[in-house]
């Protein structure tokens, strides 16, 4: 199986910062894309950033200029920088990877961490 394990969140001010980390161990050969989601009270879970292994990034255009997604393939590792945080933000940030296991037959599944809770207020 695979684990996806965030680390991170908190409680900010209004215009402070935070950096979350999502750590992936289990049976992996190797990962596709990683990601963040986010899920407000009351919303659907939408897409914060993502990035391909090849270190391509897609991202939601709110959080443009704010937020930047970084990966070390070395260690399974994906990172979101946020900075500039607003009230809004305030959400459970899950962590997403698209994992190639040999089990699969080297095809990919996708798994999703348990969440962390960032909540921006004064």
């Known amino acids: 199986q695979v684990q996806l394990v965030e680390s991170g969140g908190g409680l900010v001010q209004p215009g402070g910062s935070l950096r979350l980390s999502c750590a992936a161990s289990g049976t992996i050969f190797s990962i596709n894309a990683m990601g963040w989601y986010r899920q407000a009270p009351g919303k659907e879970r939408e897409l914060v950033e993502r990035?391909?292994?090849?270190?391509?990034?897609n991202y939601a255009d709110s959080m443009k200029g704010r937020f930047t997604i970084t990966r070390d393939n070395a260690k399974n590792t994906v990172y979101l920088q946020m900075n500039s945080l607003k009230p809004e933000d305030t959400a459970v940030y899950y962590c997403?990877?698209?994992?190639?296991?040999?089990?699969?037959?080297?095809?990919?599944?996708?798994?999703w961490g348990q969440g962390t809770q960032v909540t921006v207020s004064s």
């Open positions: 997403n990877a698209d994992v190639v296991q040999a089990i699969l037959g080297f095809n990919s599944r996708n798994f």
């Open positions: 990035v391909t292994r090849e270190g391509s990034t």
